[in-house]
């Protein structure tokens, strides 16, 4: 693991985004990671139906979903509004 990128264990549901979302700090500075309801229902194969379903469903797959997240900072996959898209 790359220790100049950390997870605080923290994650929010984003009714607009359809999304769980959860922070990574990248050499001092924050970045959201955003992993949607459709991609999170597939990881964990299990049909998601409430917001706080997806934040267990997350919380199961918090170690994957962080090296994906981590595996796309590295890359410099980061969106137009500098999150990064699981």
Known sequence: MN?????PDE?????????VVF???VSGL?????????RL???S???IDSSQHALDCFLGLRF?????AEQAIEA????????VQL
């Not at 220790?3 to 997870?7: D, N, R, V």
């Not at 924050?30 to 459709?38: A, G, P, S």
């Not at 994957?64 to 994906?68: G, R, S, T, V, W």
């Open 64 to 68: 994957d979903l962080e090296e994906l």
């Open 45 to 47: 194969g299990e049909s």
């Open 23 to 25: 922070p990574a700090q």
């Open 11 to 19: 994650q929010r549901w984003n009714e607009t985004l359809q999304a």
């Open 3 to 7: 220790q100049s990128i950390l997870f």
């Open 41 to 43: 229902s597939h990881l």
């Open 76 to 83: 410099e996959e980061y969106d137009s509004s500098g999150r």
């Open 30 to 38: 924050l970045v959201e990671c955003v992993v949607t309801l459709e």
